[in-house]
């Protein structure tokens, strides 16, 4: 019976410290891959952007020291292109734009931004659904998980949440990249295209028109009396976020392109929601100093052609090519005549704004 009982203790004690030495071992794995570059001892390995959720990789990001310029916002804003426009301005941007991002989620990118760059050249908020349709919790939440000891607490904190599944399953994929076992799938810079090659849009005609059959429709009930005239609560935290930057910043609040489809009938609740969020971002701009407001989501050419579209939210490459020309176009003083293009407020109209 002794012998029995101290085998058990023996087998207890290996199996205590394997686990030990294992976890020891996956731990001390994961600290030094590091793989959102967020530790202050891991060792300076050339890292990427390797989590598909982005609010884990925009942290490290927004700390880099090459930017100047930021864009913020949802997929909506996702295609635009940062080494376009700095081709166009001289800029150096990030695209921090994230799938279903909410105002809070934003704000909280701008935070960590701005800490690293306090005066920003130019800093561009896409004004899509997320801020015009107010949801619960937008204001005060975030829509997916959220690493908050990433933004604004001491850099050492996150050892404390290194050991996981999670992490190590994304330190495995970044030590995979960094031996040349993996293929780099988002850019250095934030931008990664997520819509297919637009060459193939013709072949996909069916899965586009499935897109807009299956999407639900927008609100056509009539609006209520006095809508269109009270901007969505969701303003008074972009107003508080314009604001945070220094006067010398281009602030650049633009609405992009969704499908007419989506805008919904004249006096519509959809119709009227859009129209008292135009009316919060001019209400802003007029205020607030060197901030430029552009409107392509409005009924046009542009909206009311599906071929323009993937899905009634998303637009195709060569719509974001358009855009990006119109808004370096303005940013320069250039004169605009793409009808796509409603100038909400611009207080610089004709000096060159691109250069410090």
């Known amino acids: ?54 609010r884990y990789t925009m942290p490290a990001l927004a700390r880099d020291p090459r930017f100047d310029s930021v ?13 376009v ?30 800490r690293a760059h306090p005066a920003p050249r130019i800093v561009m908020i896409d004004v899509d ?3 015009c349709h107010e949801r619960p919790g937008s204001l005060t939440s975030p829509n997916r998980p959220w690493p908050e000891w990433m ?11 290194m050991a996981s599944l999670y ?16 293929a780099q799938r988002f ?35 009539p609006a209520p009396p006095g809508m269109a005239g009270t901007p969505p609560a969701t303003m008074a935290l972009l107003d508080s976020m314009v604001g945070r930057m220094p006067a010398s910043t281009i602030r650049i609040l633009w609405f992009p392109p969704a499908s007419a489809f989506l805008h919904g009938t004249a006096d519509s609740i959809a119709a009227t929601r859009l129209q008292a969020c ?7 701009a007029a205020h607030q100093p060197n901030v430029i407001a552009l409107d392509f989501n409005h009924d046009g050419p542009l909206t009311e052609n599906r071929d323009n579209f993937w899905d009634p939210l998303h637009y195709r490459l060569p719509v974001a090519r358009r855009l990006m020309a119109d808004i370096t176009a303005v940013v320069q003083g250039r004169p605009v005549a793409d009808p796509a293009l409603d100038r909400l407020h611009d207080p610089h109209d004709g000096p060159d704004m691109s250069r410090p």
Not at 71 to 83: D, E, F, K, V
């Open 85 to 114: 426009m700095d081709h166009a301005l001289g800029t150096h941007f990030l695209n921090m734009s994230m799938n279903s991002a909410s105002p809070w989620e934003q704000a909280r990118e701008l935070d960590i931004f701005l």
């Open 1 to 54: 019976m002794q012998a029995r009982s101290g085998a058990w203790k023996h087998f207890c004690t290996l199996a205590l410290g394997t686990m030990l030495a294992l976890g020891g071992g996956l731990y001390l794995f994961i600290v030094t891959v590091d793989p959102w570059d967020v530790l202050p001892l891991s060792p300076r390995l050339p890292r990427i952007p390797i989590t598909s959720n982005a």
């Open 278 to 284: 135009r009316l919060g971002v001019e209400r802003i």
């Open 187 to 221: 850019g250095l810079d934030g931008y990664t295209s997520f819509v297919p090659p637009d060459d193939r849009y013709d072949r996909l005609r069916g899965r586009v028109q499935a897109a807009f059959d299956h999407w639900a429709p927008p609100d056509n009930t």
């Open 129 to 131: 659904a997320a801020w």
């Open 71 to 83: 864009m913020l916002g949802t997929s909506t804003s996702r295609l635009i292109q940062p080494a």
């Open 167 to 182: 992490a190590l399953q994304e330190a495995t994929n970044q030590f995979l990249w960094l031996v040349g076992l993996k």
């Open 151 to 161: 933004y604004g607490h001491p850099a050492w904190t996150g050892y404390l949440h």
